[in-house]
């Protein structure tokens, strides 16, 4: 790879920094390697600190509607505190521990729409840059991805993925925002529901899994939001397609709305937006349910155009940003 950019706050002369991930998708709470290459300007560089920060383009509701922006959630010094000559290459490997709550941008090697990037700083003699934004690729945890295989197995189909600003009331949340997974019903749900909304928290300890079901209206009734919590851990061995069922007939055929109680071990929360519900990023993609579950399916190419359409949109605008 070329080294990307020019240090701005540094003016003509200063050094270059490239960060190149090592291929593949990492996972929540797994590891995210690479290295960082630095090379010197045209004058010898006191290099003060390398550091790394995970960004998320998210979206947010507010008084005035709706709007996206580029939140930083994780930093990590990964070097520093040497000379870099004139003209010298340097490389800095790191290894650094992703949080457990990092979204999944992609499932069975298929973009979710969802935006993550790695952003490198160079501080330089009390001068600060951002001077690189990698694209970072989250595939989902085992039980993660088997339980969005149950729902493809079911007969759910993928709609959308979405970042959103805020907390999940009473849920076990450390990021500022939480990953929406929004589904099409299953046709046994499709008199009942409109649309299901997934969320995972991941924590070393194991899954809590959020489901939010935007309900269909009766004859003498309007439609509301029913939602229900559950945990699961890492190596849980369930059936889980037969889990999961029993999971949307609980939410589904529930009759007080989104106050009532069903189970012993059933949560119900309220999201911080009111229970307000958004499409993802212009992703109207078709799933192929079935053996490989909840697979993203592409439809006439357009889906994985706009896909990369945004992924660029969004590097290429912050880089524009940073100035």
Sequence with gaps: MVFKRLLGSLGVGGPTVDTVLDPGASRPGGTLTGQVHLEGGQTDFDIEHITLELV???EAEHAEGESEGVVAFERFTVGGGFRLAAGQRH?????????????????????????????????VAGARDKGDLDQLSIAPLPVQEAILEAFGQLGFGFRSADLEYGHIAGAGQRLPFYQEVELTPAPRYAHQVNEIEVTFLANPGGVEVVLEADKRGGLFSGGHDALTRFTVGHHDSRDWTAEVDAWVRQLTERHGGAHAHTGPYAVHDHHDHGGVHRSGPGMGTAVAAGAAGLAV????????????DEVGDFFEGDEEDEG
């Excluded at 399916?297 to 990369?308: C, F, N, P, Q």
């Design 91 to 123: 490389s800095a490997p790191f290894t650094v521990t992703l949080p457990w709550e990092t979204p999944v941008t992609e499932l069975h090697g298929q973009h979710l729409g969802v935006v993550l990037g790695v952003r490198t700083e160079l501080a």
């Design 56 to 58: 998320a383009r998210v």
């Design 297 to 308: 399916g592409v439809a006439g190419g357009l889906v994985a155009a706009e896909v990369v």
